[in-house]
């Protein structure tokens, strides 16, 4: 299987850049694993609502060229999934069972999409064949990148039998 993750500004803590490292080091085990990061743009103090729908929608712009296939159902290889507040929240095990339900389909590139400090342009969510949601809480985008890895990591642990932390 190979996975993407596409995201939005670059990661400038050795602290987060460590931890990517190491889950990136346990995934290479059992998938291909490739991170794009896009530039981020400059969001000002006090932006407005109007500045901000500029920003997702230029960050917007530079994620979809590395989307594959056209929205739900895709091109049948490639499936989307985006990471939004308001996704469907699922625990570790139903995550695997997702993952691995996808190879079994036929799948064989599932790319997940993290947003910027704003979010998601609606292009980047319409485009998405799943929508999942770690919390309703808020995380920095930078540390939503190490929790990905490691449930990415956790699932295939789960898909192929060997122990994890409960």
Known sequence: MKIDIICVGKIKEKFYRDALDE???RLSKYCNLNVIEVQDEKT?????????????????????KYLGGTGK???GKTYVITLEINGKE???V???????SLGVSGVSHIQFVIGGSLGLADEVIGRADYHLSF???????QLMRVIL??????????????????
């Open 135 to 141: 919390s309703k809480m808020t995380f920095p985008h």
């Open 73 to 75: 159902g895709s091109d």
């Open 94 to 100: 139903e995550l695997s069972k997702k993952i691995d």
């Open 90 to 92: 699922i625990d570790s």
């Open 23 to 25: 889950y990136k080091k």
């Open 44 to 64: 000002p103090d006090k932006a407005s609502a109007i500045e901000e729908a500029e920003i997702k929608r230029k960050e917007g712009e530079k994620i979809l």
């Open 149 to 166: 890895l490691e449930q990415i990591y956790r699932s295939y642990r789960i898909i192929s039998g060997e122990p994890y932390h409960k």
